[in-house]
Nanobody, 117 residues
Protein backbone atom coordinates (compact mmCIF):
# COMPACT_ATOMS: atom_id res chain seq x y z
CA UNK A 1 0.00 0.00 0.00
CA UNK A 2 0.91 3.66 -0.36
CA UNK A 3 0.92 6.29 2.37
CA UNK A 4 1.10 10.05 1.77
CA UNK A 5 2.01 12.63 4.41
CA UNK A 6 1.72 16.39 3.81
CA UNK A 7 3.49 19.20 5.62
CA UNK A 8 4.09 22.93 5.26
CA UNK A 9 0.64 24.39 5.74
CA UNK A 10 -0.02 27.33 8.00
CA UNK A 11 -1.25 30.89 8.34
CA UNK A 12 0.16 33.50 5.99
CA UNK A 13 -0.65 37.06 4.98
CA UNK A 14 -2.03 37.86 1.54
CA UNK A 15 0.85 38.20 -0.88
CA UNK A 16 3.01 35.81 1.09
CA UNK A 17 4.37 32.38 0.23
CA UNK A 18 4.23 28.82 1.50
CA UNK A 19 5.82 25.60 0.33
CA UNK A 20 3.91 22.35 0.78
CA UNK A 21 5.65 18.99 0.83
CA UNK A 22 4.30 15.48 0.44
CA UNK A 23 6.28 12.32 1.07
CA UNK A 24 5.07 8.99 -0.28
CA UNK A 25 6.01 5.61 1.12
CA UNK A 26 5.09 2.01 0.47
CA UNK A 27 4.85 -0.01 -2.72
CA UNK A 28 5.08 2.80 -5.26
CA UNK A 29 5.11 2.22 -9.00
CA UNK A 30 7.00 4.75 -11.08
CA UNK A 31 4.14 5.08 -13.56
CA UNK A 32 2.10 7.58 -11.60
CA UNK A 33 0.87 11.14 -11.41
CA UNK A 34 1.16 13.12 -8.19
CA UNK A 35 -0.76 16.26 -7.46
CA UNK A 36 -2.32 18.66 -5.06
CA UNK A 37 -6.03 19.17 -4.52
CA UNK A 38 -7.75 21.60 -2.22
CA UNK A 39 -11.12 21.90 -0.57
CA UNK A 40 -12.56 25.05 0.96
CA UNK A 41 -15.55 24.99 3.33
CA UNK A 42 -18.77 24.48 1.39
CA UNK A 43 -16.93 23.77 -1.85
CA UNK A 44 -16.00 20.68 -3.84
CA UNK A 45 -12.48 19.35 -3.85
CA UNK A 46 -10.61 20.71 -6.86
CA UNK A 47 -7.36 19.95 -8.62
CA UNK A 48 -4.71 22.60 -8.01
CA UNK A 49 -1.77 21.11 -9.87
CA UNK A 50 -0.41 17.75 -10.99
CA UNK A 51 2.86 16.39 -12.28
CA UNK A 52 3.71 13.14 -14.01
CA UNK A 53 6.72 10.96 -13.31
CA UNK A 54 8.32 12.46 -16.41
CA UNK A 55 7.70 16.03 -15.26
CA UNK A 56 4.66 17.07 -17.30
CA UNK A 57 2.62 19.58 -15.30
CA UNK A 58 -0.96 20.79 -15.21
CA UNK A 59 -2.38 23.75 -13.26
CA UNK A 60 -5.76 25.13 -12.42
CA UNK A 61 -6.32 28.47 -14.14
CA UNK A 62 -6.72 30.18 -10.78
CA UNK A 63 -3.14 29.39 -9.72
CA UNK A 64 -1.23 29.65 -12.98
CA UNK A 65 1.72 31.99 -12.63
CA UNK A 66 1.60 31.84 -8.84
CA UNK A 67 2.04 28.17 -7.90
CA UNK A 68 4.73 25.75 -9.03
CA UNK A 69 4.56 21.98 -8.63
CA UNK A 70 7.68 19.82 -8.65
CA UNK A 71 8.70 16.32 -7.65
CA UNK A 72 11.73 14.37 -6.57
CA UNK A 73 11.36 10.87 -7.93
CA UNK A 74 14.30 9.53 -5.91
CA UNK A 75 12.55 10.61 -2.71
CA UNK A 76 8.99 9.84 -3.87
CA UNK A 77 8.08 13.38 -2.93
CA UNK A 78 6.03 16.18 -4.47
CA UNK A 79 6.09 19.87 -3.61
CA UNK A 80 3.90 22.89 -4.18
CA UNK A 81 5.50 26.33 -4.05
CA UNK A 82 2.74 28.87 -3.50
CA UNK A 83 3.52 32.54 -4.11
CA UNK A 84 1.37 35.66 -4.13
CA UNK A 85 -1.19 33.92 -1.97
CA UNK A 86 -4.74 35.26 -1.88
CA UNK A 87 -7.50 34.80 0.71
CA UNK A 88 -9.38 32.65 -1.80
CA UNK A 89 -6.51 30.15 -1.65
CA UNK A 90 -7.59 29.29 1.89
CA UNK A 91 -8.42 25.58 2.00
CA UNK A 92 -7.29 22.19 3.15
CA UNK A 93 -4.69 20.97 0.68
CA UNK A 94 -4.45 17.25 -0.07
CA UNK A 95 -1.64 15.32 -1.68
CA UNK A 96 -2.70 12.75 -4.28
CA UNK A 97 -0.99 9.90 -6.08
CA UNK A 98 -2.69 8.15 -8.98
CA UNK A 99 -1.30 4.92 -10.41
CA UNK A 100 -1.72 4.67 -14.17
CA UNK A 101 -1.77 0.90 -14.52
CA UNK A 102 -4.69 0.19 -12.20
CA UNK A 103 -5.87 3.80 -11.87
CA UNK A 104 -5.84 3.73 -8.08
CA UNK A 105 -5.94 6.95 -6.05
CA UNK A 106 -4.12 7.48 -2.76
CA UNK A 107 -4.67 10.50 -0.54
CA UNK A 108 -2.92 12.25 2.29
CA UNK A 109 -4.85 13.50 5.30
CA UNK A 110 -4.53 17.15 4.30
CA UNK A 111 -2.83 20.28 5.57
CA UNK A 112 -4.57 23.58 6.31
CA UNK A 113 -3.58 26.72 4.44
CA UNK A 114 -5.10 29.97 5.68
CA UNK A 115 -4.44 33.30 3.95
CA UNK A 116 -5.44 36.44 5.79
CA UNK A 117 -6.39 39.67 4.03
Amino acid sequence: QVQLVESGGGLVQAGGSLRLSCAASGSILSMNVMGWYRQAPGKQRELVASISYGGNTNYADSVKGRFTISRNNAKDAVYLQMNSLKPEDTAVYYCNLKTLVHKTDYWGSGTQVTVSS
